[in-house]
């Protein structure tokens, strides 16, 4: 059931948010701060003695620094530490000039619906990949709603990752929960038996469009079926007039000193994260998932941050590890 404050929370996104990923705090089980002062919202998940932010204050870049106020007011008074996700460029010199540590966390990559095409040797693979996923009888809808069909693509999904992997829901999409209604899902099938499905969801501000933000792929899917998926949805969004197709956030892709914010970074953080990106996918599968997204040539990079409040302790960096899924 959407109540009042869900719904109160959702236009606040609408009218203030200006990060492709700002719909992912309207995911079932996040929380949401507002001040009585500026309007806006900060997203956050409770772990242990620690507020997890996701994203920067999803405000006008003026009221920024006043919701940031308010809410570190807030997790003081619970006596829990705040850590942030996700946070653009501009949010990450924001928290450091508030006395965070702040590193580089990984990167985001956007496609312009105006510039993309599907010609050319940048898309090359991907062309082959979707060549060969038709051939093998692959076709794809958008859903009409068979939440029954894809509970059973989730499931497979699930099983071939192995009994101990537990699905994340906080830098990523979910599928059901209140914001079902706003996002689209397509399906790829085989022989009418579903086999895959992307999710997307809405994106705000400044480079309006589309989130991809949830993937859910059958082992037994087609080699292509991923990428036939994607380009009829990017297709059907540039038929529609959508600005951007956002591919989201990867963590530990790209680390580059040159990204960090002057004098902010943590030592620490920046030998675990470089660990975690240069042992790929024995700990974390980052070089993979980058790999996929620039195959759609993205028009835009960008490094996206990590902040600590009161510097980084053991607990903090553990709840990171947590919510990336790097351990």
């Not at 859910?216 to 969004?237: M, S, Y």
């Not at 620490?268 to 195959?295: C, H, M, N």
């Amino acid at each position: 059931m959407i109540t009042t404050e869900d719904q109160e929370v959702l236009a606040s996104l609408r009218e203030h948010s200006d990060h492709p990923s700002a719909f992912l705090g309207y995911n079932q089980a996040t929380r949401h701060f507002r001040s009585d002062r500026v309007p806006g919202t900060i997203a956050y998940r409770l772990s242990r003695r620690h507020v997890v932010q996701l994203c920067g204050p999803l405000t006008a870049r003026e009221h920024r620094p006043a919701l940031l106020a308010d809410f570190r007011a807030w997790a003081k008074g619970e006596r829990r530490r705040i850590c942030a996700v996700q946070l653009s460029r501009q949010d990450a010199e924001l928290y450091a000039a508030e006395g965070f540590a702040v590193n580089q966390l990984g990167r985001t990559y956007s496609v312009d619906l105006e510039r993309f095409t599907m010609r050319g040797g940048p898309l090359a693979k991907v062309r082959q990949n979707i060549a060969r996923a038709k051939r093998d009888g692959v076709t794809v809808e958008e859903s009409a709603g068979r939440d029954d069909l894809l509970a059973t693509i989730d499931a497979r999904w699930l099983r071939a990752k192995g009994w101990h992997v537990k699905e994340l829901d906080f830098m990523i999409g979910e599928r059901g929960g209140r914001g079902a209604e706003h996002r689209r899902i397509f399906v790829a099938s085989v022989a009418d038996r579903p086999v895959a499905y992307i999710s997307y969801s809405p994106a705000f501000g400044g480079r309006p469009g589309w989130l991809y933000d949830l993937t859910r792929r059958d082992p037994d899917a087609p080699v292509g079926t991923i990428e036939l998926v994607n380009v009829t949805a990017l297709q059907r969004f540039q038929e529609e007039g959508a600005g951007w197709l956002h591919l989201g956030h990867t963590p530990f892709a790209g680390l580059d000193p040159v990204n960090e914010v002057p004098g902010a970074a943590s030592g620490v953080v920046t030998r675990v994260a470089d660990l975690i990106a240069r042992r790929g996918k024995a700990i974390y599968p980052s070089r993979t998932q980058e790999a996929f997204k620039r195959k759609w040539a993205p028009h835009v990079v960008e490094p996206e941050y990590v902040a600590f409040e009161d510097g980084v302790s053991l607990p903090a960096l553990w709840n990171l590890l947590r919510l990336t899924r790097a351990i």
